[in-house]
């Protein structure tokens, strides 16, 4: 079978929702930015595949020229397509249509893929035929191996992008009310001091170390600097339709996390702290003691080995 796939401008996306996992399918993948309308007759495949929606004007004309000459259509939608008005892309998305441009993705596609169950719900008032696949990642992959730094400090880190700024508020707060070194990790310095100025300021933590961005292959890295990880959200519908990635991610490097009391964040093991008050939360962890912490970390890797390993999600075409 030969597949092709129309990768995510979202270098993040594109890696744990294309890339990666197509990569353990048998069958030729060829890879492409963008495929016009008058190139449809050019590429050769049985199957195509994009995340979200196509970056062409006529999405809609090609996505039928395909199904017509007896192509299958698949679309990944990894999140919510409807933003809250906080949300950085949010003008965006509005002024350049991508709500309505994801849906029609979604009703006109023959399958969906999608993270969980409760965005599978969603998609379903579009479009019936829906598969879930967890996001998941590759134990064998070398930036997922332990490999923690030691520090005399206690350290809180926190892996992401610009995106969740309104989501750390009130955690910051509570770094500034505990005794831990804040650990942010994802964006480049100068987004971090213009999107995070509350978290520089006065009103933030009193120590913060900052860790510029590394590729999608790398970025695993980040959590050899960090005691615990942090996975705060705001609670909006849009983020209850997020992935519980950041628990995959930070106990395949035996790293604890404390996570917002929500959806996504419904997996329940050792390792794992849901909450709805940062400041204590925090006072909680930084009293467990290195070897409780060390302990913690084992239990959740051993977690995360058995339920979200790629080799065990492999896709079905």
């Not at 129309?6 to 399918?25: C, D, F, M, Q, W």
């Not at 979200?52 to 004309?61: G, I, S, T, V």
């Not at 204590?280 to 962890?285: D, E, G, P, T």
Request: glycine share 6%; proline share 3%; net charge positive.
């Amino acid at each position: 079978m030969k597949i092709a796939v129309i990768e995510s401008t979202s270098k993040g996306v594109n890696y744990h929702r294309l890339a990666n996992p197509l990569s353990y399918i048998d069958h030729k993948v060829t890879k492409y930015n963008t495929i016009p309308l008058d190139k449809v007759k050019e590429v050769d495949c049985d199957v195509v595949i994009f995340s979200r929606f196509m970056y062409e004007p006529e999405q809609l004309k090609i996505i039928r020229k395909f199904k017509h000459r007896g192509t299958k259509v698949i679309v990944d939608v990894d999140d919510y397509w409807v933003l809250p008005q906080n949300h950085v892309g949010y003008h965006g998305h509005k002024v350049n249509g991508v709500t309505s441009k994801i849906v029609e993705a979604i009703q006109h596609a023959d399958e969906v893929w999608t993270t969980h169950g409760k965005l599978a719900d969603k998609i379903r008032k579009h479009n019936t035929k829906v598969r879930v696949y967890p996001n998941a990642l590759d134990p064998t992959d070398e930036q997922w191996h332990p490999n923690p730094t030691k520090s005399d400090n206690f350290r809180v880190g926190f892996v992401g992008g610009i995106t969740h700024g309104h989501d750390l508020y009130e955690t910051v707060k509570a770094w500034r009310s505990n005794d831990v070194e804040a650990v942010l990790c994802g964006v480049s310095e100068h987004k971090v001091f213009n999107t995070y100025n509350y978290i520089m300021s006065g009103n933030g933590t009193k120590k913060i170390r900052v860790l510029s961005m590394l590729d999608v292959h790398s970025y695993g890295l980040f959590y050899d600097h960090m005691d615990i990880s942090i996975a705060p959200l705001t609670d909006t519908t849009f983020n209850k339709m997020k992935s519980n990635l950041k628990i995959i991610e930070s106990g395949m490097k035996a790293t604890p996390i404390i996570c917002s009391w929500m959806h996504p964040y419904i997996d329940d093991h050792e390792g794992i702290y849901k909450t709805d008050n940062w400041r204590k939360a925090f006072a909680k962890v930084s009293k467990m003691g290195a070897a409780k912490m060390y302990d913690q970390g084992q239990e959740l890797r051993e977690y995360v080995l058995q339920n979200y390993d790629i080799r065990n999600h492999k896709r079905e075409l």
